[in-house]
């Protein structure tokens, strides 16, 4: 498998790769469509007959599948500029084209072109006519042959199904193949779904497949092919955590990162001040990264190098100044995002003249790089600087760098991320105090058992048991601690707890629910900014309380003054999702 390339796998993965619903018009009621040639393109080279099409041979599988995965590249952009330009952490610029201006405005319309539904109806068609046709039961040498990618592609109808919803809010339901005019017709008369439904048909839907392993390829392309697969007990955490099953999405990250086979770690990568004890602040050193390559990154949509042979992201190209777009980045941090970083507190440990440790905060003031006040993730990831050009020079002399993209493709999901949303999981569930430990010290048997009480630690036993081989304080830390130094030495960064003694233990831990919640969000904008995740954090939060003013006031804030028009445009759910085609 190593001499497979995309280009040798999608020349012989054409014949499983189908159309979909490829022009939705929004009636008033709902969708409508002026012919059956506005929802299939039944003459399309890429539709063949059914009987040509059945999966039955081994060699199948490699094709099939990622035929599918080539499918995805056409929305993997979308997907973090949807969630990143639309929340209070980035805006565009100047330079910006008008279909991106329009996401960040709220003003996208049917002909924009990161509004296309179809794209995502294609995957899912794909996916369905695969769960259709394959031979999901034939065994050779006593193994079922398709069984791992039977499993694959159910998730990745799945994830794609999520984020259908997520974009669009309601929508058809469709798990069957269209392959006719009149299969798409009958597909959009039926009732819409939205994310609630969504997301307990597919608990339902992949649940069996929990602990089907992921199929083993090799490399393609230079690449581990294993990352291109969404791990399915990872997805069915995101899928409970929307649907409000916190307990099961608690259990379902627990497990996924607590795998006795593969164990997950968070790691100990951070940014840092290069030597905090001689109180100089000038450089920062930092091991973080994002890429596909390293451990951190957990599965990804892997991208074209070369855009002849399919699609490339342009992520790098609209978040960083590059020889494509003359150094005229397109999308640039907010101030509301450079305020939540310089409100944390960085916390470093020295050694005092006499041998013995104390702790010390960074400061806030008179740093060369403001963007290095506070928490350090932000500045590691960011650079700007004005640099001298010709008068008439084409190019810009404003030099943005966010290193914050896979170069090999555009990254789901990663560790550290997967671990925020069990923090949320687990506080919804119950563990307030499990939840933060996740942000401050990380979870393993010492945090556990020493840092817990014993109510908690009993009550929540199954979601917080981590093996003390595979989970120390040499691999672990708190999330928190990538960006503001020695976390679980920070007095100033505590679970928060009310003023006077409350009647009963539930009566604290619902006092400290919604509080540890904030601060989870919070971390999640520090740790995810840039990558996509923002904007849907806060909206299933507000959707979750009930309250959009969480999602429309950080983001009519944006620019550091409330935006009075935009954040009437927030009250309104309505208003969080995209026109539909």
């Known amino acids: ?58 060699t199948d599988s490699v094709y099939s ?46 002909d924009n072109a990161y509004n296309r539904i179809s794209d995502y109806y294609a995957i899912i068609n794909n996916c369905n006519y695969y769960l259709k046709n394959v031979n999901k039961d034939l065994v050779k040498n006593d193994r079922k042959v398709f069984e791992a990618e039977y499993a694959v592609v159910k998730a990745f109808r799945a994830w794609t199904y999520l984020q259908v919803a997520l974009v669009y809010g309601n929508v058809p339901l469709v798990t069957e193949p269209l392959l006719t005019e009149v299969d798409a017709q ?32 090799g490399q393609i392309n230079e690449q581990n092919s294993q990352k291109f697969f969404i791990p399915v007990r990872a997805l069915l955490g995101d899928l409970c955590l929307w649907a409000g099953r916190y307990a099961e999405a608690a259990q379902y990250y627990h497990d996924y990162l607590s795998s006795h086979t593969d164990p997950l770690p968070t ?35 892997p991208m074209e190098s070369n855009g002849f042979y399919g699609i490339r992201s342009d992520l ?29 507190d960085y916390c470093g440990i020295y050694i005092k003249a006499d041998g013995s440790q104390d702790t010390i905060y960074a400061p806030k003031e008179n740093l060369e790089r403001p963007e290095l006040v506070g928490d350090l993730r932000f500045g590691a990831n960011y650079s700007n600087r ?31 991320m997967v671990y925020l949303r069990y923090a949320e999981a687990l506080n919804r569930a119950g563990f307030p105090q499990a939840a933060f430990a996740v942000l401050k010290y990380g979870l393993y048997p010492d945090i556990v058992n020493n840092l817990i009480d014993d109510t908690e630690r009993v009550l929540g036993a199954t979601f917080i048991n981590f ?19 020695r976390a679980e030495c920070d007095t100033l960064y ?88």
């Open 1 to 58: 498998m190593n001499s497979i390339t995309y280009r040798n796998i999608k020349g012989m993965a054409r014949k499983w790769l189908f159309c979909a619903l490829t022009s939705l018009p929004l009636g008033g009621l709902g969708w409508a469509f002026t012919s059956c040639s506005d929802i299939m393109d039944t003459d399309s080279e890429l539709v063949e007959k059914l009987e040509d099409n059945r999966l039955q041979e081994p």
């Open 65 to 110: 599948v990622m035929g599918i995965v080539y499918k995805m590249q056409a929305i993997a952009d979308r997907t973090v500029l949807l969630g990143e330009l639309r929340s209070d952490l980035t805006t565009t610029t100047a330079s910006a084209s008008k279909d991106l201006k329009a996401i960040t405005n709220f003003t996208v319309d049917t």
């Open 186 to 217: 009958d597909a959009l008369n039926q009732s819409f779904v939205g994310i609630n439904e969504i997301c307990n048909y597919f608990i339902d839907d992949i649940k069996p497949y929990v602990d089907t392993k992921l199929p083993v390829y």
């Open 267 to 301: 790691g100990i990568s951070s940014a840092t001040w290069a030597d905090i004890s001689t109180k100089d602040y000038r450089s920062i050193r930092s091991s973080l990264s994002y890429g596909g390559a390293n451990n951190e990154c957990i599965c990804y949509i």
């Open 316 to 344: 790098e190209n609209i978040f960083s100044s590059t020889s494509i777009n003359m150094d005229y980045a397109q999308a640039t941090p907010t101030k509301r995002m450079r305020q939540l970083s310089a409100a944390s």
């Open 386 to 416: 004005v640099s001298k050009t010709e008068r008439y020079a084409r190019t810009s002399n404003e030099i943005q760098t966010i290193d914050k993209f896979n170069r090999n493709g555009v990254t789901l999901y990663r560790i550290s």
């Open 467 to 485: 093996n003390g081989d595979d989970f120390t304080v040499e691999n672990t830390q708190g999330i928190h601690s990538r960006g503001s130094g």
């Open 494 to 581: 505590q679970i928060p707890q009310p003023a006077v003694p409350l009647a009963s233990r539930a009566d604290t831990v619902a006092f400290q629910i919604p509080l540890v919640e904030d601060m989870i969000v919070n971390e999640m904008a520090l740790e995810g900014a840039f990558e996509g995740y923002r904007f849907y954090d806060l909206m299933r939060v507000a959707l979750r309380r009930g309250d959009p003013a969480y999602l429309a006031d950080p983001v009519s804030r944006r620019h550091g003054t409330v935006d009075e028009g935009l954040r009437s445009l927030l009250m309104s759910t309505n208003n969080w999702y995209l026109p539909r085609p």
